[in-house]
């Protein structure tokens, strides 16, 4: 079954730097995400993308964060200088829409495995 | 926005015992999900059920979208089944999905 991928699984890095954390969701897909979680809390929607802009972000997504689709099949997740609450679960997911598989399929939202982010 | 309500927060259960987990939500929802979170934080989608009953070996899942709520039933439960199980859902097709705190699941064997 076609599945997220996310890379890196695991980053570290040091307060201020930049991260970019990378996506590839399922081929055909039309709708992506980007969600976190913070370690012992809930999983919270960051922003979701659709047709090369973004439809829809929280309050957490603010200037620091930014999202692009490069080519045709990544999605990445950049943060620009991290602090130490950005330390966190980060998720990737996307969903198909209407008309490209079954319809009961077509907006189910499959999630990656994650990266986690430690910012030092 | 909508609010997403989990219950119990925590369950400990011995192996073999049954479970049902609760997920209310405050508004009408075009979809709903199921999930583990296995010991390495993945998500692991149970039940895509915005509507109707489902089951999956041990596992079914149930949504009474009319009266707000879903339950997830485990049944012979089993070490591997702890772990924090997350309701989320949807009220438009292809928008975000917001997440109930979850139950954290402990099965002693």
């Known amino acids: 079954e076609p599945e997220v991928t996310q890379t890196p699984s695991h980053q570290v890095t040091q307060m201020g730097q930049e991260v970019i954390l990378r996506c590839v969701p399922i081929?055909?897909?039309?709708?992506f995400y980007w969600y976190r979680q913070i370690l012992g809390q809930k999983v919270e929607f960051l922003v979701s993308?659709?047709?090369?802009?973004?439809?829809?972000k929280s309050e957490i997504f603010d200037d620091q964060f930014s999202v692009e689709r490069p080519d045709g099949s990544n999605f990445t997740l950049k943060i620009r200088s991290t602090k130490l609450e950005d330390s966190a679960m980060y998720f990737c997911?996307?969903?198909?829409?209407?008309?490209?598989?079954?319809?009961?399929?077509?907006?189910?939202?499959?999630f990656g495995p994650g990266t986690r982010l430690t910012v030092t | 926005g909508i609010q997403v309500e989990q219950s119990p927060p925590d369950l400990i259960l011995q192996e073999g015992a049954n479970s049902t987990l609760r997920c209310n939500f405050s508004?009408?929802?075009?979809?709903l999900q199921w999930f583990h979170q296995n010991p390495w934080g993945q998500l692991i989608n149970l039940f895509y059920?915005?509507?109707g009953t489902k089951q999956n070996g041990r596992l079914s899942a149930t949504t009474v979208a009319t009266e707000r709520y879903s339950l997830l039933y485990i049944s012979s439960s089993q070490t591997t089944d702890s772990g924090v199980y997350f309701c989320?859902?949807?009220?438009?097709?292809?928008?975000?999905?917001?997440f109930g705190d979850g139950t954290t699941l402990t099965v002693k064997p």
């Open positions: 997911a996307s969903t198909a829409g209407t008309g490209t598989i079954q319809t009961r399929k077509a907006y189910e939202q499959y």
């Open positions: 081929s055909n897909h039309l709708y």
């Open positions: 993308f659709y047709n090369n802009e973004i439809s829809e």
């Open positions: 508004d009408s929802v075009n979809n």
């Open positions: 059920i915005p509507s």
């Open positions: 989320a859902v949807r009220n438009t097709n292809a928008g975000k999905s917001t």
